[in-house]
C-alpha cells in the first residue's frame, strides 16, 4: 500500500483514538464532554463540565502517553530487527528491561532512589535501564566486537542475571504486597501517567524516528548484510553502535514510564512490513502510527475489561498480539531482509 496516505490516516485515528478513549473507565464519560473539554482547553475557553479534572489531569495524559509508548516500542522493536537481522528480535533482546526491572524492584522492595520522591520508581527504572545497556555494550565489546551474534547472546545472558537479582531482591524482601507491585510493573501499565512524563517520552521517540528517518537508506544496506553496506559506503561499525545505543535509550525511557509491555515492538514492526513493504523510509512512519494506535486501544480494553480493576497492559497485548499476527502471516507469503 502507498506509505504516505496510509501514515496520514494512521495518524488521524489515533488522534481521534486518543480523544475518545477517556471516555472509557470505571467511570463512564459521555463522548460530547470529553471533546467539548479537550476542545476548550487546548482554545482557552472556559469549561463547564464535570468531569473536566478527570478528563484532563487523568485520563488523557494516560491516553497520550499509551499512544507515545506504543509509537516508540514499534519503533524500538524494528530498530533492534534491523540491528540483529533477526525478525524474532524485540525490544527487551538486549536486557533493557531486566535492568530497569532492577531498579524498579529496588525502589519497591529497598526504598532506593528515595530521594526523587514522585520520581523514584521511575528514575530507577531509567537508571537500571541505562546500566544494563552499558553492561551489554560493554561485555559484547570486551568479547571481541560489537557483532550482532555477541550482542544477542551478551543480552540473552544478562538479562537473566538482572532478572534473577531482582527475583533475589523480592524474596529476601519478605513482603507479598512488593511482589506483586513488581509482577504488576514488569507486565507494564500507563496508570500513574501525569503530565509530567508526557515530554521527555515523546521528546524521544520524536528524535528517535526522525534521525532513523534521515539513514534510511543506510539502514535498507545494513539489513541486506555487512559486505554490501560496506560495498556502498556505510559504516557498518558506527551504524550498528549507533543503533544499539539508540534503541537503548529508547527503551530505558520508555520501560521508565510504563513498564514492560510485550509483543507491540514484535508484531507491529511485521505489519507494516506485511502491509507497506521493508524499505525503512515507509516502514518506520506506518510502525509508529500504528503502534500508537494499538496500544491506545490496548489500554482502554485493560481499564473496562475487568472493571473496577485494571488489566496489566502486557496481558492484554499478548492475547490480541499472537492471534493477529498469525492471522497477518497467513495472509501472505513473508520474508524477512534475505530470508523466508
Known amino acids: 500500500m502507498p506509505w504516505i496516505p496510509l501514515t496520514a490516516a494512521l495518524a488521524v485515528l489515533t488522534v481521534a483514538s486518543v480523544v475518545t478513549s477517556v471516555a472509557f473507565g470505571a467511570e463512564h464519560i459521555p463522548v460530547a464532554d470529553v471533546w467539548q473539554t479537550v476542545v476548550g482547553r487546548v482554545t482557552g475557553q472556559d469549561v463547564d463540565s464535570a468531569y473536566e479534572v478527570i478528563i484532563w489531569d487523568l485520563r488523557l495524559p494516560r491516553s497520550i502517553l499509551a499512544a507515545i509508548v506504543g509509537a516508540g516500542l514499534a519503533l524500538a522493536g524494528a530498530l533492534m530487527q534491523a540491528l540483529v537481522r533477526n525478525p524474532l528480535a524485540e525490544p527487551y533482546l538486549l536486557g533493557v528491561s531486566a535492568g530497569a526491572a532492577v531498579g524498579a524492584t529496588a525502589v519497591m522492595t529497598m526504598g532506593a532512589f528515595s530521594a526523587l520522591g514522585l520520581w523514584a520508581l521511575s528514575g530507577g527504572a531509567l537508571i537500571g535501564a541505562l546500566a544494563a545497556t552499558v553492561t551489554v555494550y560493554s561485555v559484547a565489546l570486551a568479547q571481541g566486537g560489537l557483532t550482532a551474534l555477541r550482542l544477542i547472546l551478551s543480552g ?40 509530567a512524563k508526557v515530554p521527555l517520552a515523546g521528546a524521544v521517540v520524536v528524535i528517535t524516528l526522525l534521525g532513523m528517518l534521515l539513514i534510511h537508506s543506510w539502514l535498507d544496506a545494513y539489513a541486506a548484510g555487512n559486505d554490501t553496506a560496506s560495498s556502498l559506503g556505510v559504516p557498518v561499525s558506527a551504524l550498528r553502535t549507533t543503533l544499539f545505543l539508540v534503541q537503548g535509550i529508547l527503551v530505558g525511557v520508555l520501560v521508565a514510564v510504563s513498564g514492560g509491555i510485550g509483543f507491540v515492538g514484535l508484531i507491529i514492526p511485521h505489519a507494516a512490513r506485511l502491509v ?25 480494553i485493560s481499564r473496562v475489561a475487568a472493571a473496577p480493576r485494571e488489566m496489566p497492559l502486557g496481558i492484554v497485548t499478548g492475547l490480541i498480539g499472537a492471534p493477529v499476527f498469525l492471522f497477518l502471516m497467513g495472509r501472505r507469503r513473508y520474508t524477512f531482509g534475505n530470508s523466508e
Do not use: N
Not at 514488569?186 to 496508570?191: D, E, K, P, T, Y
Not at 507497506?276 to 482502554?300: E, I, K, N, Q, S
Open 156 to 195: 540473552v545472558v544478562l538479562s537473566s542475571a538482572f532478572m534473577a537479582l531482582s527475583s533475589l531482591m523480592v524474596f529476601t524482601a519478605g513482603d507479598p504486597q512488593a511482589a506483586e507491585g513488581v509482577m504488576f510493573w514488569m507486565l507494564g501499565s500507563v496508570a500513574g501517567a501525569t503530565w
Open 276 to 300: 507497506v513493504g521493508a524499505t525503512h523510509r515507509a516502514m518506520l512512519p506506518v510502525a509508529v502510527c500504528g503502534g500508537a494506535l494499538f496500544l491506545v486501544w490496548v489500554d482502554v
